[in-house]
């Protein structure tokens, strides 16, 4: 069987030297570690110099795009980039539905882009059919997300795809964000300051090399029965017209009607989730925003922002400088109890903090994002601010996990109490807090523990492993029965993985209809790499235990870069999820022993064994 599914090559860029080389790709490492998420987690961890500073030269940004991206297997459009993040401090995955540029980068002829050192000055990267230049970029420097994006299309195939950061990547403020197309989010954790450090404004990508698929008459059939099925599905119409307003109804159905502009869905996407908005009256009548959901739109709501208008107009700025807009509302909020404690003084203070304003908030971001008087300080996020503060301003910290404020939890943007996989996940994932699911029952969903076993089953979730997920004290009863939540997260970071290495979204309404076992034919008949449940199951393991690894030799410690927030734990604190009752820290610290026991790895500590490395082939990482 022939090979297909890549393209076949890595793209190598030293900013420093200006050196541009293009290499094979080793398809012994890409059978083993999948595609796309796991290769582009190894070339990482064989790039990465253990102990490098996120902000400096030698960091090192690996792009990658997964076999089944290019071809017309729905929703196949996702893109990773992984590298040392400021936030966090550690090495983390950063994920997106990427429009198109995933497939023009495979048309381009590369599965993957290696970059590392600095510009001496602004530059973009251009990349079209295995031509590839580093261009001036000073025309750029200083224009918002979106300006950047329709300067690049002027002078180019509109068709690009593009990666590109704002203002605060450009200051480097240690929660900015990339963005593709500018409408799409990549890098919570402050890709977009690694961006800004190297002098790299954008990656423009455009191809027309097409993507071969090894198998075509299987693949043929496998795609038209698997295109039925979502078709056939009887919430499709509303899924295309709601978006993620289906799952999250967060404003009512009259005001999205009225709101929405056109949907915008990734290559290959049958529903579309992004949205382009244009609010309809008031006093921002007529400006058209980009979102990767019009969810994110209503943000500010939750903090203090009244109308619907200023909480788009609100976001449209943080996108428009490439700021994450939860993190700039958890430190703004920190920064607001500081100045009321008296630890910051009320002169640097100005404007006053006030969540109800627009003015206020809109001032802020751009002082956070020029650097400018206590906005210097608040751009290097929760960590800036305690290093800055001291002690005194650590006892009004809210929960933090890894220097980066929750999505989920006491005090957090969202208002959800039962602990699942995500919560623990913000934990537990080397990357620090996200919202990817990874396919879990437990997300934002109260669920019987019946319905449990149809999803386990399509994760790939073996027999044995959901007898200790789900333990049965008493069929008849319910709340006699035990969910291990740590346990059922080891197969959530194995589904999260398969998804991402092959390069399929992980939102609801697209995830839903795979399982490990189309998901391991598809790989097949694309790639035409013998791949049955077993032998994926393996290759995801060696994956993240690969992750675990890389950041192990960053010094990763458990009692550090895993350590509970005590605010999740005092009233009105988590929940258990079956039987809601008050969790304690140590049923949380249980579960992630569990975890760890569950990888195989030592339950105390979570370092994986030399067994378990010499099974996945891992023994010399």
Same mark, same amino acid.
């Given at each position: 069987?022939?090979?297909?599914?890549?393209?076949?090559?890595?793209?190598?860029?030293?900013?420093?030297?200006?050196?541009?080389?293009?290499?094979?790709?080793?398809?012994?490492?890409?059978?083993?570690?999948?595609?796309?998420?796991?290769?582009?987690?190894?070339?990482?961890?064989?790039?990465?110099?253990?102990?490098?500073?996120?902000?400096?030269?030698?960091?090192?940004?690996?792009?990658?795009?997964?076999?089944?991206?290019?071809?017309?297997?729905?929703?196949?459009?996702?893109?990773?980039?992984?590298?040392?993040?400021?936030?966090?401090?550690?090495?983390?995955?950063?994920?997106?539905?990427?429009?198109?540029?995933?497939?023009?980068?495979?048309?381009?002829?590369?599965?993957?882009?290696?970059?590392?050192?600095?510009?001496?000055?602004?530059?973009?990267?251009?990349?079209?059919?295995?031509?590839?230049?580093?261009?001036?970029?000073?025309?750029?420097?200083? &224009?918002?997300?979106?300006?950047?994006?329709?300067?690049?299309?002027?002078?180019?195939? $509109?068709?690009?795809?593009?990666?590109?950061?704002?203002?605060?990547?450009?200051?480097?403020?240690?929660?900015?964000?990339?963005?593709?197309?500018?409408?799409?989010?990549?890098?919570?954790?402050?890709?977009?300051?690694?961006?800004?450090?190297?002098?790299?404004?954008?990656?423009?990508?455009?191809?027309?090399?097409?993507?071969?698929?090894?198998?075509?008459?299987?693949?043929?059939?496998?795609?038209?029965?698997?295109?039925?099925?979502?078709?056939?599905?009887? #919430? &499709?119409?509303?899924?295309?017209?709601?978006?993620?307003?289906?799952?999250?109804?967060?404003?009512?159905?009259?005001?999205?009607?009225?709101?929405?502009?056109? $949907?915008?869905?990734?290559?290959?996407?049958?529903?579309?989730?992004?949205?382009?908005?244009?609010?309809?009256?008031?006093?921002?009548?007529?400006?058209?925003?980009?979102?990767?959901?019009?969810?994110?739109?209503?943000?500010?709501?939750?903090?203090?922002?009244?109308?619907?208008?200023?909480?788009?107009?609100?976001?449209?700025?943080?996108?428009?400088?490439?700021?994450?807009?939860?993190?700039?509302?958890?430190?703004?909020?920190?920064?607001?109890?500081?100045?009321?404690?008296?630890?910051?003084?009320?002169?640097?203070?100005?404007?006053?903090?006030?969540?109800?304003?627009?003015?206020?908030?809109?001032?802020?971001?751009?002082?956070?994002?020029?650097?400018?008087?206590?906005?210097?300080?608040?751009?290097?996020?929760?960590?800036?601010?305690?290093?800055?503060?001291?002690?005194?301003?650590?006892? #009004?910290?809210?929960?933090?996990?890894?220097?980066?404020?929750?999505?989920?939890?006491?005090?957090?943007?969202?208002?959800?109490?039962?602990?699942?996989?995500?919560?623990?996940?913000?934990?537990?994932?080397?990357?620090?807090?996200?919202?990817?699911?990874?396919?879990?029952?437990?997300?934002?969903?109260?669920?019987?523990?019946?319905?449990?076993?149809?999803?386990?089953?399509?994760?790939?979730?073996?027999?044995?492993?959901?007898?200790?997920?789900?333990?049965?004290?008493?069929?008849?009863?319910?709340?006699?029965?035990?969910?291990?939540?740590?346990?059922?997260?080891?197969?959530? $970071?194995? *589904?999260?993985?398969?998804?991402?290495?092959?390069?399929?979204?992980?939102?609801?309404?697209?995830?839903?209809?795979?399982?490990?076992?189309?998901?391991?034919?598809?790989?097949?008949?694309?790639?035409?790499?013998?791949?049955?449940?077993?032998?994926?199951?393996?290759?995801?393991?060696?994956? *993240?235990?690969?992750?675990?690894?890389?950041?192990?030799?960053?010094?990763?410690?458990?009692?550090?870069?895993?350590?509970?927030?005590?605010?999740?734990?005092?009233?009105?604190?988590?929940?258990?999820?079956?039987?809601?009752?008050?969790?304690?820290?140590?049923?949380?610290?249980?579960?992630?022993?569990?975890?760890?026991?569950?990888?195989? *790895?030592?339950?105390?500590?979570?370092?994986?064994?030399?067994?378990?490395?010499?099974?996945?082939?891992?023994?010399?990482?």
């Amino acid at each position: 069987m022939s090979r297909g599914g890549f393209a076949g090559k890595t793209l190598l860029i030293d900013l420093t030297k200006n050196e541009i080389k293009q290499e094979p790709l080793d398809f012994d490492l890409a059978e083993q570690f999948i595609g796309g998420l796991g290769l582009t987690l190894k070339l990482a961890y064989d790039h990465i110099t253990p102990g490098t500073d996120a902000l400096a030269p030698e960091n090192v940004i690996v792009l990658g795009a997964g076999p089944l991206v290019g071809t017309d297997i729905p929703s196949t459009s996702r893109v990773f980039a992984v590298s040392k993040l400021p936030s966090s401090g550690t090495i983390g995955w950063c994920g997106a539905g990427s429009v198109n540029f995933g497939c023009e980068l495979k048309n381009a002829g590369f599965d993957h882009i290696i970059i590392k050192g600095k510009a001496a000055y602004p530059v973009y990267l251009k990349i079209s059919d295995n031509t590839v230049e580093v261009c001036d970029a000073k025309h750029l420097w200083g &224009l918002g997300v979106t300006e950047t994006c329709q300067e690049i299309w002027k002078d180019s195939d $509109h068709q690009s795809g593009i990666i590109s950061i704002g203002p605060a990547g450009e200051k480097q403020v240690s929660f900015s964000m990339a963005f593709i197309n500018r409408i799409a989010t990549l890098g919570r954790g402050g890709l977009g300051a690694v961006f800004g450090s190297k002098n790299l404004k954008a990656v423009v990508v455009a191809g027309n090399q097409g993507i071969a698929v090894a198998d075509r008459k299987t693949y043929k059939e496998l795609n038209k029965t698997f295109s039925q099925q979502i078709k056939d599905y009887p #919430y &499709l119409k509303e899924w295309q017209k709601m978006g993620m307003l289906k799952s999250f109804p967060v404003i009512p159905k009259e005001l999205h009607q009225r709101l929405i502009k056109r $949907h915008v869905a990734c290559v290959s996407c049958p529903f579309g989730c992004k949205d382009i908005v244009e609010i309809p009256d008031g006093k921002f009548k007529g400006q058209v925003v980009c979102s990767s959901s019009i969810i994110n739109l209503f943000t500010p709501n939750i903090y203090g922002i009244g109308d619907y208008d200023e909480s788009i107009r609100l976001v449209s700025v943080l996108d428009k400088l490439g700021l994450d807009a939860f993190e700039f509302f958890g430190v703004m909020n920190y920064a607001k109890a500081l100045g009321e404690q008296g630890i910051i003084s009320v002169d640097d203070i100005s404007p006053a903090i006030q969540f109800e304003s627009l003015s206020s908030l809109e001032t802020w971001a751009g002082k956070i994002s020029r650097r400018e008087g206590l906005g210097d300080v608040l751009a290097d996020g929760f960590k800036g601010i305690l290093a800055v503060f001291g002690e005194e301003a650590k006892q #009004y910290a809210p929960a933090l996990i890894k220097g980066m404020h929750p999505y989920a939890g006491p005090g957090s943007a969202l208002p959800w109490s039962l602990f699942g996989t995500m919560e623990l996940g913000q934990v537990l994932d080397p990357r620090g807090p996200h919202v990817g699911s990874g396919g879990s029952p437990t997300y934002f969903a109260k669920r019987p523990l019946d319905v449990f076993y149809k999803h386990l089953n399509r994760m790939g979730v073996p027999q044995d492993a959901i007898d200790r997920i789900i333990i049965d004290k008493n069929d008849s009863d319910e709340h006699d029965k035990k969910l291990k939540v740590g346990t059922l997260l080891k197969y959530s $970071h194995g *589904w999260f993985s398969i998804l991402g290495s092959m390069g399929i979204c992980a939102r609801a309404q697209v995830n839903r209809f795979y399982d490990a076992n189309i998901c391991a034919r598809f790989y097949e008949a694309v790639t035409g790499i013998k791949t049955d449940l077993l032998q994926l199951r393996e290759r995801v393991d060696r994956v *993240w235990t690969l992750y675990r690894q890389m950041n192990l030799r960053e010094n990763f410690k458990r009692n550090i870069h895993e350590s509970l927030p005590e605010q999740w734990f005092k009233n009105g604190g988590f929940s258990e999820y079956v039987s809601e009752q008050p969790l304690s820290k140590s049923d949380a610290e249980e579960m992630m022993e569990d975890y760890y026991e569950e990888w195989g *790895w030592d339950r105390q500590t979570g370092v994986p064994t030399q067994e378990g490395l010499e099974k996945l082939g891992l023994s010399e990482h």
